[in-house]
């Protein structure tokens, strides 16, 4: 007697996979059986046959059918701060701007501000993330249940704030408390879900004592979490660092007992070419966000050892940093700087380049965040986070290399349907999880409101009548 086929979850027919797998196969009339949270087989439409009975089914005909991005870097507490830092210098944006904002956040601006970074992020394809630094953590995860997004979150934590790094007082902490409350968020949320994993922080090199970092240090080896740090971002940070404590930002990290596999350095931008090997040789992972630098005129695109880190096998991911920062949350469009910045600031056509890029944003961004097992290709066990891309736009169109034209000729738009976890949260671009229109409200009111309390006011350049 002949058995029916087992029932699974969802299938994904008639799609064109790039699995990002070690192979890096791409397949035509491609499927993807799941079951629950897991993909349970990957292969050609002809090979399915009648091997599983589904519950859903989704055709993916004219659709490329990738693994999730992964946005290794965003402040999703900033989303409501979106436009007051344009076209400003850097310490305009930081201390005149985003640290009052910051400081004038209530509970409720968070989770409302962090909902609209997630259905944005996921708008553009976005199925993971990491926090390097908020406040009223339980908002964001709250914000992370009601989306469906799956990410990792840590707590702001800094403990310097004198004249050369002047913090609002609401921000300023004490050392003791800055570890204790570090602390307390990894034991809180460390094993709260699978969708969501917890680190520790330390918010920019020159807010932080030595005896914060070593701290923290020795919180992410007892609990075995990550360090996401901003690092290297800022001509003369090196030599405001050395003025202080004697040595650069990466001698003074290596000095304090940071460098391993779990830190987690962003912007990166101010190295030595002497670092690339000391990098390799502890392997730590690297966040680039050139669409950040490009906004805020960092110069890390054009003074950045990017290219030679990614040369040297020192793993890469790439970031949105915040919508503030960068502006979008649109990963596609971030890979678009990483693979063609580098080849304008080296005149140089062979830098990077789009392939490159994908892999910075899937596997390369899961292998940095350290969760490669589970997330960052289409493979058979791995979690079910998965996205189609519409290919039948103009912009694809006349055929080609799809990773090609993603890169370079599409955006996050294309992006139509998002699966995270083995759950539907887009289809055909239409939420499940969030009713858009009512947050966009929420979102404006908001914003207008924290920015009267924060003092904040950026007239438009141009008259309006």
Request: proline share 4%.
């Amino acid at each position: 007697m002949t058995q029916p086929p087992p029932k699974i979850s969802l299938l994904v027919t008639n799609g064109f996979l790039i699995t990002m797998d070690p192979s890096r196969r791409m397949i035509r009339d491609g499927v993807v059986a799941i079951e629950k949270d897991r993909i349970v087989w990957v292969g050609k439409g002809r090979d399915l046959e009648h091997r599983f009975e589904a519950e859903t089914m989704i055709d993916a005909k004219g659709c490329l059918v990738l693994p999730g991005f992964i946005d290794g870097h965003n402040h999703s507490i900033q989303y409501l701060s979106k436009g007051i830092g344009d076209d400003v210098h850097i310490s305009v944006w930081q201390y005149e701007r985003v640290y009052p904002f910051e400081a004038h956040l209530g509970p409720e601006d968070v989770f409302v501000g962090a909902l609209g970074n997630f259905v944005e992020m996921v708008r553009n394809g976005t199925t993971c993330f990491a926090d390097p630094g908020g406040y009223y953590l339980e908002e964001i995860v709250r914000a992370m249940e009601q989306v469906g997004i799956r990410g990792i979150i840590s707590l702001s934590t800094r403990d310097i704030h004198d004249s050369r790094c002047p913090l609002p007082k609401d921000l300023a902490y004490s050392t003791d408390k800055m570890i204790q409350h570090a602390e307390d968020s990894v034991v809180r949320w460390k094993d709260y879900s699978d969708m969501l994993r917890v680190w520790v922080s330390l918010r920019y090199t020159l807010n932080v004592s030595d005896q914060l970092c070593r701290a923290i240090q020795e919180l992410a080896d007892r609990y075995r979490v990550g360090i996401h740090c901003h690092c290297c971002g800022f001509s003369g940070e090196d030599e405001e660092v050395r003025k202080r404590w004697g040595v650069r930002s990466l001698e003074r990290y290596e000095r304090l007992g940071l460098f391993g596999p779990n830190l987690y350095l962003v912007h990166m931008g101010f190295i030595q070419p002497e670092d690339i090997d000391l990098l390799k040789r502890y392997d730590v992972k690297i966040c680039h966000c050139p669409s950040a630098s490009m906004h805020g005129a960092y110069g890390v695109i054009s003074h950045g050892l990017f290219p030679e880190l990614i040369r040297a096998g020192v793993t890469v991911t790439l970031g949105t940093d915040s919508a503030t920062a960068g502006r979008f949350l649109d990963l596609v469009r971030v890979m678009y700087l990483a693979a063609a910045g580098h080849k304008d600031a080296r005149e140089n056509p062979l830098e990077i380049g789009a392939h490159k890029a994908l892999e910075m944003a899937t596997i390369e961004g899961a292998r940095g965040l350290g969760w490669d097992r589970e997330i960052g290709s289409i493979e058979e066990g791995k979690k079910a986070d998965i996205i189609l891309v519409d290919t039948r736009e103009m912009a694809w169109h006349p055929e080609g290399d799809p990773i090609s034209h993603l890169i370079y000729s599409a955006s996050g738009s294309s992006v139509s349907t998002v699966i995270i976890n083995g759950k539907v949260v887009m289809r055909n671009r239409k939420f499940v999880t969030v009713a858009e229109d009512e947050l966009q409200k929420r979102i404006d009111e908001s914003a207008e409101n924290l920015k009267k309390r924060a003092g904040i006011h950026v007239p438009w350049k141009w008259p309006v009548e």
